[in-house]
């Protein structure tokens, strides 16, 4: 038994280990001075420590813009997947609306569409629709995930029903008890999805890509790629400079809500 639970601990110490050595090889590298980087030799910390780097992504790239598009794209999208899987998963949980099963089986089957399909579709839509480099265009076709309505569908199933009984007995309708009851019961559920939904849109890299050719529509993920040119050949410094400063913003709001991030894929699914 021992020895089981050590091999267990051994796998999952090597799991974090190669999850984790990326991250901080890509940090090394943008501390490094060029001639260590493309030394050859193997150095897992820099001999000579350096944030010229980080100078030469904030001067040569407009890093602040990306930034902020970036910003803007993930929390609009944010904000409007949380609304629109609050209100569904709300109809398919707890209002007796005709047909709800077959509505959320719908909403279901749309995780099985791999995004591929409906990326021309959208594109020339939001080209007819002239949204193209704009930040409507990059959220417009993001609004609905049926990936949010399943699981909030799950955790509004788990309410206790006197809630929402009592709410009703005491004269509320439907979206006064949404408001009032649900959405505060379960806002531990709905930070964590919002979060996922966060740094989901923050790495995105082929719809910005395809929506925002301007450069100063351009969001984090697709800038980034300007370093690959710079000085005639692929600028690693700053490229993992401006990497490192990219995932700030997502792994600080994985690490503030992972608690709760956990028990939400723990409670999903088990009650039907």
């Known amino acids: 038994m021992v020895a089981r639970g050590f091999w267990v601990h051994a796998l999952l110490g090597l799991a974090c280990l190669l999850i984790v050595f990326p991250m901080v090889w890509m940090f090394s590298t943008a501390v490094k001075p060029p001639h260590e980087i493309f030394a050859g030799a193997f150095h897992l910390w820099p001999e000579t420590f350096t944030l010229a780097n980080f100078h030469t992504a904030m001067t040569q790239v407009p890093i602040v813009r990306l930034f902020l598009n970036s910003l803007v794209v993930a929390v609009g999208v944010t904000l409007a997947q949380a609304l629109t899987s609050i209100l569904a998963a709300y109809a398919c949980a707890l209002v007796p609306v005709p047909g709800r099963n077959v509505w959320f089986a719908l909403f279901v089957a749309t995780m099985m569409v791999p995004f591929q399909v409906t990326m021309i579709p959208n594109y020339l839509l939001m080209s007819k629709l002239n949204l193209l480099n704009t930040y409507a265009g990059l959220v417009i076709p993001q609004v609905i995930t049926g990936y949010g309505i399943f ?122």
């Open 151 to 272: 699981m909030l569908r799950q955790t509004f199933k788990d309410l206790p029903r006197s809630l929402v009984e009592a709410s009703i007995l005491d004269g509320a309708n439907s979206w006064q008890t949404l408001w009032r009851v649900v959405v505060p019961a379960t806002r531990t559920a709905i930070s964590a999805l919002a979060i996922l939904f966060f740094i989901n849109t923050w790495n995105q890299y082929l719809w910005p890509l395809l929506v925002a050719t301007d450069t100063h529509m351009k969001t984090l993920p697709v800038g980034m790629q300007e370093f690959v040119n710079l000085e005639g050949g692929t600028n690693w410094g700053p490229l993992m400079a401006a990497a490192s400063m990219a995932i700030v913003p997502a792994l600080g709001a994985y690490l503030l809500a992972q608690r709760y991030i956990l028990e939400s894929f723990l409670t999903a699914g088990l009650k039907e």
